[in-house]
């Protein structure tokens, strides 16, 4: 199970920090990983994280966004920092123990209920 929290509303240029709390199989994943999906168009990765600790970013939030995990809390995290307006969306936890491309949501088994941010 993936439970996400920290969603909100925030004006251009803030930040937001997102959490995912991971329990069961879920949190023996090897991959997980942030998505979103805006009304209107297709999901997207935004970041993802390794068990060995790699990450990988989506161009379009590549140094604004930062994903970390705590192995001891079961918890993943999204830094979000200069946030713009074309970042509103739903942002979903996503959990795997498959590889391949990290960014890539068919990889993903377990996905969370997700949380809305909104960027005015």
């Known amino acids: 199970q993936l439970v996400e929290s920290g969603g909100g509303s925030v004006q251009a240029g803030g930040s937001l920090r997102l959490s995912c709390v991971a329990s069961?199989?879920?949190?023996?994943?090897?991959?997980m990983a942030w998505f979103r999906q805006a009304p209107g168009k297709q999901r997207e990765g935004v970041a993802c994280i390794q068990s060995d600790g790699v990450t990988k970013y989506a161009s379009s939030v590549r140094g604004r966004f930062s994903i970390s995990k705590d192995n001891v809390k079961n918890t993943m995290y999204l830094q979000m920092s200069e946030l713009k307006p074309e970042d509103t969306a739903m942002y979903y936890c996503?959990?795997?123990?498959?590889?391949?491309?990290?960014?890539?949501?068919?990889?993903?088994?377990?996905w969370g209920q997700g949380t809305q941010v909104t960027v005015s």
């Open positions: 996503a959990a795997t123990s498959l590889f391949g491309p990290c960014l890539v949501s068919d990889l993903y088994s377990y």
């Open positions: 069961g199989y879920a949190a023996n994943s090897d991959y």
